[in-house]
C-alpha cells in the first residue's frame, strides 16, 4: 500500500471532534505527534467552530487549515437537521477536501443496510436502509463519492469503551443502576468496535491511498442483549437484571443483522482491532 503525499505529511482535520470518535482521533493525532485541528458544533470543547452545512465556511476552514487529511465524524442521528448534515454536510466537506488537495475519510454506518441478507456484509452488497437515519448517511455515502474521487467512504458499528462510557454502555449502566427502565434487543446483531482500535485504524487508513468503500468494525458480532450483559458483567453488574426486548416490534424500523465483513480492512491494516470479549477483559481500559 502507498502512503498518499499529502495525507501522510500534513496536518489532519477532525470534523466532530467534540464528539466520542472525534475526541479520540484528535487525541491520538496530537500523541503521534502530528498536526491535528477539531471543529465542535455545540459542545465548544474542541478547537473551532463550524456548521458542516455552511459551505462556505467549510470551505474558509479547509483554506485557513490546509490539512493534508480530513476526518469527517460530523453527523446527527435524528431530528430536523439530519438529512441536512448528513448528506448536504457531507457534501461540502467532500468539495471543500477535493478543492484543496486534501485526503478524506468519510464515516459511515452499517445502518445502510436493510439487515436482512444472514451473512455478514461485504462493501460490493447492495446497501438499502430501511429507516431515515440509513437513508441519509448513504446519500452522504454517495455525495461524497462524488464530490471526492480520492475519498475513502469507512462504515462502521457500534463504537464503544472510549475513556468514558459510549451512549450504548451508558444505557448498560442506567439500566442495571435502576436509573432506567431498558429493555436490549436479542434479535439485533451488531459488530462492536472499541474507540480507541477504529481511531488508530482511521489514522492509519488516512495514511494510504485506498479509496471507494471500507467497512472496518469489530471481528466478533454480538446481539444488543449479549453485548449489554458483557458491559454489565465488566462494570461488576448483574448481567441478568437487564431486560430482552426485540427490535423488530419497535415502531421505527431497525436493520436486524447488520453485521459487518470487515476482513479487506484487516488485510490492509497494520492497527489490530479487537473483538468484544478480548476488549472487555483487558485491564488496560481505563474506562471499564
Ligand atoms: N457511535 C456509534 O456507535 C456509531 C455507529 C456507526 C457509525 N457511526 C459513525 O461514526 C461517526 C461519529 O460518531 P460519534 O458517535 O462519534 O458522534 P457523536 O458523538 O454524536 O458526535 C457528533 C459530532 O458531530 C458534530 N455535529 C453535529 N452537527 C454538526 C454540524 N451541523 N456541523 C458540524 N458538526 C456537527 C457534533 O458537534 P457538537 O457536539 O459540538 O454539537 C459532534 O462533534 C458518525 O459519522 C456516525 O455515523 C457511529
Same mark, same amino acid.
Given at each position: 500500500?502507498?502512503?498518499?503525499?499529502?495525507? &501522510?505529511?500534513?496536518?489532519?482535520?477532525?470534523?466532530?471532534?467534540?464528539?466520542?470518535?472525534?475526541?479520540?482521533?484528535?487525541?491520538?493525532?496530537?500523541?503521534?505527534?502530528?498536526?491535528?485541528?477539531?471543529?465542535?458544533?455545540?459542545? &465548544?470543547?474542541?478547537?473551532?467552530?463550524?456548521?458542516?452545512?455552511?459551505?462556505?465556511?467549510?470551505?474558509?476552514?479547509?483554506?485557513?487549515?490546509?490539512?493534508?487529511?480530513?476526518?469527517?465524524?460530523?453527523?446527527?442521528?435524528?431530528?430536523?437537521?439530519?438529512?441536512?448534515?448528513?448528506?448536504?454536510?457531507?457534501?461540502?466537506?467532500?468539495?471543500?477536501?477535493?478543492?484543496?488537495?486534501?485526503?478524506?475519510?468519510?464515516?459511515?454506518?452499517?445502518?445502510?443496510?436493510?439487515?436482512?441478507?444472514?451473512?455478514?456484509?461485504?462493501?460490493?452488497?447492495?446497501?438499502?436502509?430501511?429507516?431515515?437515519?440509513? %437513508?441519509?448517511?448513504?446519500?452522504?455515502?454517495?455525495?461524497?463519492?462524488?464530490?471526492?474521487?480520492?475519498?475513502?467512504?469507512?462504515?462502521?458499528?457500534?463504537?464503544?469503551?472510549?475513556?468514558?462510557? &459510549?451512549?450504548?454502555?451508558?444505557?448498560?449502566?442506567? @439500566?442495571?443502576?435502576?436509573?432506567?427502565?431498558?429493555?436490549?434487543?436479542?434479535?439485533?446483531?451488531?459488530?462492536?468496535?472499541?474507540?480507541?482500535?477504529?481511531?488508530?485504524?482511521?489514522?492509519?487508513?488516512?495514511?494510504?491511498?485506498?479509496?471507494?468503500?471500507?467497512?472496518? @468494525?469489530?471481528?466478533?458480532?454480538?446481539?444488543?442483549?449479549?453485548?449489554?450483559?458483557?458491559?454489565?458483567?465488566?462494570?461488576?453488574?448483574?448481567?441478568?437484571?437487564?431486560?430482552?426486548?426485540?427490535?423488530? %416490534?419497535? @415502531?421505527?424500523?431497525?436493520?436486524?443483522?447488520?453485521?459487518?465483513?470487515?476482513?479487506?480492512?484487516?488485510?490492509?491494516?497494520?492497527?489490530?482491532?479487537?473483538?468484544?470479549? @478480548?476488549?472487555?477483559?483487558?485491564?488496560?481500559?481505563?474506562?471499564?
Amino acid at each position: 500500500m502507498q502512503a498518499s503525499d499529502t495525507g &501522510a505529511q500534513a496536518g489532519i482535520l477532525v470534523t466532530g471532534a467534540s464528539g466520542y470518535l472525534g475526541r479520540e482521533l484528535l487525541a491520538q493525532a496530537r500523541a503521534a505527534g502530528r498536526a491535528a485541528t477539531g471543529t465542535h458544533l455545540t459542545n &465548544a470543547t474542541a478547537d473551532v467552530s463550524l456548521d458542516v452545512c455552511d459551505r462556505a465556511a467549510v470551505d474558509d476552514l479547509m483554506a485557513r487549515v490546509r490539512p493534508g487529511a480530513v476526518v469527517h465524524t460530523a453527523y446527527l442521528q435524528g431530528g430536523d437537521r439530519m438529512r441536512r448534515v448528513n448528506a448536504d454536510g457531507a457534501a461540502h466537506v467532500a468539495a471543500a477536501a477535493a478543492r484543496h488537495g486534501a485526503r478524506l475519510i468519510h464515516l459511515s454506518t452499517d445502518f445502510v443496510f436493510d439487515g436482512e441478507l444472514a451473512r455478514p456484509y461485504r462493501e460490493d452488497d447492495p446497501p438499502r436502509p430501511v429507516n431515515e437515519y440509513g %437513508a441519509s448517511k448513504l446519500d452522504g455515502e454517495r455525495a461524497v463519492l462524488e464530490a471526492h474521487g480520492g475519498a475513502l467512504v469507512v462504515r462502521t458499528s457500534l463504537i464503544y469503551a472510549g475513556a468514558e462510557p &459510549a451512549p450504548a454502555e451508558r444505557m448498560v449502566l442506567d @439500566a442495571v443502576s435502576g436509573r432506567a427502565d431498558l429493555a436490549f434487543f436479542e434479535d439485533e446483531l451488531r459488530s462492536p468496535v472499541a474507540r480507541g482500535d477504529l481511531a488508530a485504524a482511521l489514522l492509519e487508513l488516512a495514511e494510504l491511498s485506498q479509496r471507494g468503500v471500507l467497512h472496518l @468494525a469489530g471481528p466478533e458480532p454480538v446481539s444488543r442483549l449479549e453485548f449489554a450483559r458483557l458491559i454489565a458483567a465488566r462494570h461488576g453488574a448483574d448481567p441478568t437484571r437487564l431486560r430482552a426486548g426485540r427490535s423488530a %416490534a419497535q @415502531a421505527v424500523r431497525r436493520p436486524l443483522d447488520c453485521v459487518l465483513d470487515s476482513s479487506r480492512a484487516y488485510r490492509l491494516l497494520q492497527t489490530p482491532v479487537r473483538g468484544v470479549r @478480548a476488549v472487555l477483559t483487558s485491564h488496560h481500559n481505563a474506562a471499564l
